[in-house]
């Protein structure tokens, strides 16, 4: 019994971690670095967020068209799109946005790539579809001018 109260008197007074408690401080600091990278986003931003800005511009064109009277387009190219206005009889680009690296469009519509916002917002219906890998976003740009995207 006094050799068991010294054993236990001479552990109080050393100081340090267990193997075992290094190893769960380990897999714990592990657990949330991997949480930490699985939670980073893609670089340059995801496809839905260049879907939804492409579709931010489309809506914007569409509103330009309808406060200045004045028709706008929008072109679809393999590196990225241009809005455009039609100033003195000739259309003018105005804005050319590139698209994030390793996107690719893949356009559908009345002409091939462009539609065209009216002066009362309508527009040449386009179906614009955005890869990058293994995903893809869709956009679609109605007869009425309305843009939506879809997954």
Do not use: C
């Amino acid at each position: 019994m006094a050799r068991a109260m010294a054993f236990d008197a001479k552990r109080r007074g050393e100081k340090g971690f267990t193997l075992v408690e290094l190893m769960v401080v380990l897999v714990i600091v592990g657990l949330a670095a991997a949480a930490v990278v699985l939670a980073m986003p893609a670089p340059g931003g995801s496809l839905e967020t260049e879907a939804e800005r492409f579709a931010a511009r489309a809506k914007a064109a569409r509103d330009q068209a309808i406060v200045e009277a004045r028709p706008a387009g929008l072109a679809i190219g393999p590196g990225g799109y241009e809005v455009s206005r039609r100033v003195g009889g000739q259309w003018r680009v105005i804005a050319h946005y590139d698209w994030i690296a390793g996107t690719r469009a893949a356009a559908a519509g009345t002409f091939a790539g462009r539609t065209r916002f009216d002066a009362t917002g309508t527009a040449d219906p386009l179906n614009v579809t955005l890869h990058r890998g293994d995903r893809q976003v869709a956009v679609a740009i109605g007869n009425d001018g309305t843009v939506r995207v879809g997954r």
